[in-house]
């Protein structure tokens, strides 16, 4: 195949590449402000300078376009309590930071909330975006004789179960928000450390977030 063939090609993916990105802005966009069940697919369309068509060559439905949007938000999460476990000394601590702020955000913010109820689907998102991080932080705490994780993997996929079911049922009001204390001790349990080296960990002061 020549250069020039080739070209069209590539200018296609790109322009596809561009489109899709810029839905997904849009849909961060209109979805931060509203919810994503105000936000319209015409209004993430005309933000995005698509085709309202166009929209659904990229996403099948607005749910699925907003779990692009939250595989986002999740990511950019990630990155920002690493900026801030980063000063941390103790490789427990990061762990716990870490899903103490997880849980804080999926009670909190509009765009987690309204999506609690398809756990299977957030937890998967959640694993993916997050897992590189979350396994990595127990494995050095592991490393360090913090924690006592033999599979870290499977660690992190039982607690990003936990996180969803518990944090559904916050945000139905089935459970006050204070079980959230409660549910990160439990999960830190998880890693092998006791109930009374949990608690303190849980309980440490935690440095605000960067702004994301």
């Known amino acids: 195949m020549t250069e020039t063939s080739t070209k069209p090609k590539g200018r296609v993916a790109q322009r596809q590449l561009r489109n899709r990105e810029a839905l997904v802005d849009a849909g961060h966009r209109v979805m931060s402000e ?3 069940d105000a936000a319209t697919m015409q209004e993430i369309a005309d933000l995005a300078d698509v085709g309202a068509g166009t929209v659904y060559s990229y996403f099948r439905s607005k749910d699925e376009l907003a779990i692009a949007v ?5 990511r950019s999460l990630a990155l920002r309590i690493e900026a801030v476990t980063d000063t941390f000394s103790d490789p427990g ?17 509009i765009r987690w909330k309204q999506l609690l109820n398809r756990a299977e689907v957030i937890a998967d998102a959640m694993f993916r975006c997050m897992g590189p991080f979350a396994i990595r932080d127990l494995e ?13 993997a499977l660690t992190w996929k039982m607690a990003t179960y936990s996180i969803v079911g518990v944090s559904l049922a916050v945000t139905c009001g089935s459970l006050p928000r204070s079980v ?12 092998g450390i006791g109930e009374a080296d949990a608690r303190e960990l849980a309980a440490r002061p935690r ?3 960067p702004k994301g």
């Open 34 to 36: 509203k919810g994503i």
């Open 180 to 191: 959230i204390q409660e549910t990160v001790v439990r999960l830190l349990c998880a890693t």
């Open 140 to 152: 050095n705490a592991s490393r360090a004789g913090r924690f006592k994780v033999t599979d870290a």
């Open 207 to 209: 440095p605000a977030l």
């Open 70 to 74: 939250i595989e986002r938000v999740m």
């Open 93 to 109: 601590q990061v762990y716990a930071f870490g899903v103490r702020t997880v849980m804080e955000a999926a009670t909190g913010d």
